[in-house]
């Protein structure tokens, strides 16, 4: 009987990791081990994707089948290196085949108030993530970037070959530790590391059992709609940072994609970590490569207001404010290269991910803790 190959995910509690987890479980390849420190997350989440794996799960299914379903869950902190060397020893050295790394803090205005926590989650975290790999024979990684390492980018679209020039300091925790990647895969070629720049994740797993259910108050714009259309924020009027941005409208404009197309994304790239990879040829100078991970159609906060209305039949009000610090006009994406090497694709439109979005909110107004 074939055996799961073990792949740890931090911030496998987290919105994108739980539904990394589910895709991971779909494969019936992968045996996963989450890592969360619970910071922005619920460890509910993990008990929704097992149930829904297990749901899913043919009739003749195999003992395999079912091991896949199992999520190894511990909750322990990144800047801890105790604890995440205590999960490594449980499995050994070279028993955690590969690494998705998705933990981190990850709003843009927040990282211009606490810089340094930042730095030091993101970053100092990450390192140390790295060398205990390194310490357990566990040398492929996947890490979650973001299409902030760009900055104000001068092309839009935006390929991958852009110059990183972030403009905040989340942004910049990003392109300091892809650089911290590519420099460990250039010397040392045991390393292999694919970097997923993400644009804009959003709506929910169809099903509704899982999505985005941040902790306290939400920091990014759809999960904020959504908490507004339900109730749980007070707010009479959404505050829109700036509508004098060189856009149709004059608001900032994202590349939106659905979290199960992103989710995907990450199945595919690690994956293309294999040993049959096509990805990196034998003479690469380091088995390090970054691709984006968007739709490549650009959408401003009006369009996803004037989206969530139509989800929700909410009547969102709005008033314009200043700029924040940190913010960009546009980060399409260009997902050319993503397409053409790792087949990948995020055919979900906007209306889908709101309806999907709405979905699990409506039908957990609470939020996970509820039940």
């Known amino acids: 009987m074939a055996s799961l190959k073990n792949v740890l995910v931090t911030g496998g509690a987290g919105y994108v990791g739980s539904h990394v987890i589910y895709v991971l479980q779909k494969t019936r390849r992968y045996k996963v081990i989450s890592i969360d420190n619970n910071h ?103 890490y979650s970037s973001s299409a902030t390492v760009y900055g104000t980018p001068p092309i839009i679209p935006i390929p991958e070959t852009t110059r990183l020039q972030a403009d905040s300091p989340y942004g910049k925790t990003k392109v300091m530790t892809e650089t911290i990647i590519e420099d ?64 149709p409208d004059g608001t900032c404009v994202r590349d939106y994609l659905h979290i199960m197309d992103l989710a995907s994304g990450h199945v595919l790239a690690l994956n293309a970590l294999g040993p049959d990879s096509a990805v990196f040829p034998s003479d690469a100078p380091a088995f390090f490569k970054a691709y984006n991970l968007g739709k490549g159609k650009g959408v401003s906060v009006l369009q996803i207001v004037e989206a969530m209305r139509k989800a929700t039949g909410f009547d969102y009000k709005y008033e314009i404010i200043g700029r924040r610090g940190g913010d960009v006009p546009d980060l399409t994406a260009d997902p050319t290269l993503a397409e053409k090497e790792l087949g990948f694709t995020a055919p979900a439109d906007l209306e889908t991910m709101c309806r999907d979005l709405w979905n699990f909110q409506s039908k957990h107004p609470l939020g996970y803790s509820e039940q």
Request: proline content about 5%.
């Open 40 to 142: 922005n997350s619920l460890s509910a989440a993990l008990a929704r994707v097992s149930q829904l794996s297990k749901s899913e799960l043919p009739a003749d299914a195999t003992e395999i089948d079912w091991l896949s379903t199992e999520i190894d869950s511990h909750t322990c902190d990144l800047t801890k290196p105790e604890q995440i060397r205590a999960v490594f020893e449980k499995y050994g050295k070279g028993g955690i085949w590969g690494v998705i790394h998705i933990a981190a803090y990850k709003a843009v205005g927040e990282s211009t108030e606490i810089p340094l926590t930042y730095y030091a989650n993101n970053v100092s975290a990450s390192i140390s993530l790295l060398q205990i790999m390194d310490e357990f024979d566990c040398n492929r990684i996947v």
């Open 184 to 247: 460990m895969c250039r010397a040392d070629k045991k390393w292999c590391a694919l970097s997923l720049r993400y644009f804009n994740p959003a709506g929910a797993h169809p099903s509704g059992m899982i999505g985005e259910e941040p902790r306290g108050r939400p920091g990014n714009l759809l999960p904020l709609l959504a908490h507004m259309a339900v109730g749980r924020v007070k707010d009479a009027v959404l505050k829109v940072f700036g509508n004098d941005y060189p856009t």
